[in-house]
């Protein structure tokens, strides 16, 4: 069973927007920290940003640019990502944060070019 749904990724323009959503299939996930993570390509995965149900936390090339949120009613996490740059470029996935290898899903493309 996919426990994790990534959505919303496209190709978007530099300096432009876009709001990822990840779908739990299950209300355990409304109940632990949760992150979204970036594959660039040729890179490893790495962590973008977290939520907890008391903090959030950036990377710094996500600092001031993109707002990680939460509506665990719904089992929703979403990335709200503003003045994309083309080095955000990669597939992003959510997961617990830290995440947990098991909860990997296909995540989502995401493509900064003009």
């Known amino acids: 069973q996919v426990m994790l749904v990534e959505s919303g990724g496209g190709l978007v323009q530099p300096g432009g927007s876009l709001k990822l959503s990840c779908a739990a299939a299950?209300?355990?996930?409304?109940?632990?920290?949760m992150g979204w993570y970036r594959q660039a390509p040729g890179k490893e995965r790495e962590l973008v940003a977290g939520i907890s149900h008391t903090d959030t936390n950036y990377t710094d090339s996500a600092k001031g640019r993109f707002t990680i949120s939460r509506d665990d009613a719904k089992k929703m996490v979403y990335l709200q990502m503003n003045s994309l740059k083309p080095n955000d470029t990669g597939v992003y996935y959510c997961?617990?944060?830290?995440?947990?290898?098991?909860?990997w899903g296909q995540g989502t493309q995401v493509t900064v070019s003009s």
């Open positions: 997961n617990m944060w830290p995440p947990r290898r098991c909860f």
């Open positions: 299950t209300s355990f996930f409304s109940f632990v920290p």
